[in-house]
């Protein structure tokens, strides 16, 4: 388990937290927290490394663009290329050897034209360290659920405004076939 928020909510503050659960032996221990804390990341495991990527400090408000990858053979903390559009909610899988973020939020809740539901597709090579725009979702939305199964990418369900009060029953797919 790595980053989130902690209680109560009126006094709500991301951590860095990293924690890693050992089933064999039913216990849990610490390891080297993730800088730069946050919460509503995306997170996705690729050749046995975790890569740590956007989310916001404290609120949506504060949104972050930070990648971090964690290497566990040195319980260490690096930082990789930002993600090109900082935002927090987002879903994030690994694609044909990629990474591809798509969706989020970002602004505040209480200002119309300062509120953002994003509907971009960004992609991240880890060889060379760098990103891409791709063709953006039809209908933008946030802490949406995002899989990979064959030639595509279905994004399923998620927040069609700020801050979850609305929620939308769409499903999309994505593909570069």
Excluded at 6 to 16: H, K, L, M, N
Excluded at 53 to 65: A, P
Aim: include cysteine; aromatic fraction near 10%; charge should be negative.
């Amino acid at each position: 388990m790595i980053c989130g928020a902690s209680s109560p909510t009126s006094e709500r503050a991301s951590v860095g937290w990293h924690e890693v659960y050992d089933p064999k032996t039913d216990n849990w221990s610490l390891s080297k927290a993730l800088p730069g804390a946050r919460d509503h990341v995306g997170s996705v495991v690729h050749q046995g490394r975790i890569h740590i990527i956007g989310g916001q400090f404290n609120t949506f408000e504060y949104n972050t663009g930070l990648h971090h990858v964690y290497l566990s053979d040195r319980d260490t903390w690096e930082l990789r290329s930002p993600l090109p559009t900082p935002r927090s909610g987002h879903g994030l899988v690994a694609y044909r050897d990629r990474f591809f973020a798509m969706g989020g939020e970002g602004g505040i809740i209480n200002k119309p034209r300062q509120q953002t539901v994003f509907g971009h597709m960004e992609s991240y090579d880890p060889l060379s360290d760098s990103w891409q725009s791709h063709a953006p979702m039809l209908t933008p939305c946030h802490a949406v659920g995002a899989v990979a199964i064959g030639d595509f990418i279905y994004v399923a369900g998620g927040g069609a405004v700020l801050g979850g009060s609305v929620q939308s029953a769409v499903h999309e797919a994505f593909t570069l076939s």
